[in-house]
């Protein structure tokens, strides 16, 4: 299997210098991988190699108040990022604000013309949280549910199966995935995506 195409080769380090992340990109896009995922700092910085950059929005918490992701996924569009990965409001989603969930995918839409991935933070959510944010989404205009982003725990191919019992929409797995047999097994589970820092292993 040639996991290339199922890559987004992720930089986000928050020691990492300009130089890093344009070198990174640099070989991510030799590599032929799917996309190079940055900081919005840097995205002006790699937009013009030949790979897709990705870019996060409301990142690590989801607890910027969806305006404010708005204006993140605006000007990561101006500064040449084809595609964000954005956190959903937790508070929200663990306080039940079910409309303002569905109000910030679709602003998150209105506001950013390319692929838009959801991270959803799946380690940390409740059975019953799962249902409810991942159904809501399937009802919005995003590309993509995002398992998490990789603060608590490796991603598991139940991960990506749990996900897949409310939507048809594409998953993209992340959080510890280092080795190729692992990638295999996250992607055997459904996974069309690949979220790792570690993407040239995968190649071994």
């Known amino acids: 299997m040639d996991l290339r195409r199922f890559i987004d080769a992720t930089i986000l380090r928050s020691d990492a210098s300009i130089e890093e992340v344009v070198e990174f990109a640099k070989k991510s896009a030799q590599e032929g991988f799917r996309s190079v995922v940055v900081h919005p700092f840097f995205v002006k910085y790699v937009s013009n190699l030949t790979i897709p950059v990705c870019t996060v929005v409301g990142f690590p918490y989801g ?3 969806k305006e404010v992701k708005a204006f993140e996924a605006k000007k990561a569009a101006e500064d040449g990022a084809s595609e964000i990965d954005y956190v959903v409001s937790l508070p929200s989603l663990k306080s039940r604000m079910v409309d303002y969930l569905r109000q910030e995918a679709t602003l998150l839409r209105q506001s950013f013309p390319g692929v838009i991935k959801a991270i959803i933070e799946i380690p940390i959510l409740s059975d019953e949280e799962l249902e409810i ?20 725990r490796p991603v598991t191919p139940e991960d990506i199966r ?10 993209k797995a992340a959080g510890g995935i280092r080795k190729r047999d692992q990638a295999e097994e996250l992607i055997k589970a ?8 570690k993407p040239f292993n995968l190649l071994k």
Do not use: P
Not at 162 to 171: M, Q
């Open 133 to 152: 944010i991942v159904s809501t989404l399937d009802k919005t205009e995003i590309d993509y549910v995002k398992t998490s982003t990789g603060l608590y």
């Open 190 to 197: 459904g996974a069309s995506i690949l979220g790792t820092s």
């Open 162 to 171: 749990k996900i897949g019992k409310y939507t048809n929409k594409g998953v």
């Open 63 to 65: 607890t910027q108040v």
